[in-house]
């Protein structure tokens, strides 16, 4: 599966952005997605998941409240809302499709596919 992710850009601290990862070559709905971050110098870190069907999600403590994940099936997209942005939050954002499991995993090494990544910048 292909996973193009967009909407990332430059905004300013307590602003918003929502990103989008389209999904294509596969059965979009087989997969649990996750949203991943990397900032420069630092290691890739997970920010949110949810499992196939959307109903299962799951946060990082640094985003729970502001940021959320969903997902339509039907348009094959992921979509991560993220709100009240903090500097902290810049790096660049990776979609993942992991396997279909009821409670979607945090762990990187669990999903199989990666998009190419959007650069989101919060400046203060």
């Known amino acids: 599966v292909q996973l193009q992710a967009s909407g990332g850009g430059l905004v300013q601290a307590g602003g918003s952005l929502r990103l989008s990862c389209a999904a294509s070559g596969g059965t979009f709905s087989r997969y649990n997605m996750g949203w991943f971050r990397q900032a420069p110098g630092k290691e890739r870190e997970f920010v949110a998941a949810v499992n196939w069907p959307g109903g299962t999600t799951a946060e990082a403590d640094s985003v729970k409240g502001r940021f959320t994940i969903s997902r339509d099936n039907a348009k094959n997209t992921v979509y991560l809302q993220m709100n009240s942005l903090k500097p902290e939050d810049t790096a660049v954002y990776y979609c993942?499709?992991?396997?279909?499991?009821?409670?979607?995993?945090?762990?990187?090494?669990?999903?199989?596919?990666w998009g190419q990544g959007t650069q989101v910048t919060v400046s203060s």
């Open positions: 993942a499709a992991g396997p279909r499991r009821l409670y979607p995993s945090v762990v990187a090494g669990s999903y199989d596919y």
